[in-house]
């Protein structure tokens, strides 16, 4: 069974940081591309980075370039958004996915992804 668990969720005042983490198990984690996204109540999910199998490519969408950053640890399964510089607009629910697909980053790259593997999420919240 694949699983995705999301955690570091949580309050933050504007301008603050925050890291999240999500564990992945029961799948071959270093060879798929994983990524981050968001949804907020109302609005549709958005992306919001993505990073390839052995880590040394990122996509950052325009929304938080520069001020998120994501990492994954290949040995201990884990991927990572280190948040930065927050603003209430941040706030959302945080999911990450997996894309465990063949050439999941040239699809990637080519504004195809195609996630199917995805975490319940973990809330962020933004305000003073």
């Known amino acids: 069974e694949v699983q995705l668990v999301e955690s570091g969720g949580g309050l933050v005042q504007p301008g603050g940081s925050l890291r999240l983490s999500c564990a992945a198990s029961g799948y071959i984690y270093s060879s798929s591309c994983m990524g981050w996204f968001r949804q907020a109540p109302g609005k549709e999910r958005e992306g919001v980075a993505i990073?390839?199998?052995?880590?040394?490519?990122?996509y950052y969408y325009d929304s938080v370039k520069g001020r998120f950053t994501i990492s994954r640890d290949n040995a201990k399964n884990t991927l990572y958004l280190q948040m930065s510089s927050l603003k209430p607009e941040d706030t959302a629910m945080y999911y990450c996915a997996a894309d465990s697909h063949f050439n999941c980053w040239v699809k990637a790259r080519l504004g195809l992804p195609d996630f199917n593997y995805w975490g319940q999420g973990t809330q962020v919240t933004v305000s003073s």
């Open positions: 990073i390839s199998p052995g880590g040394s490519s990122t």
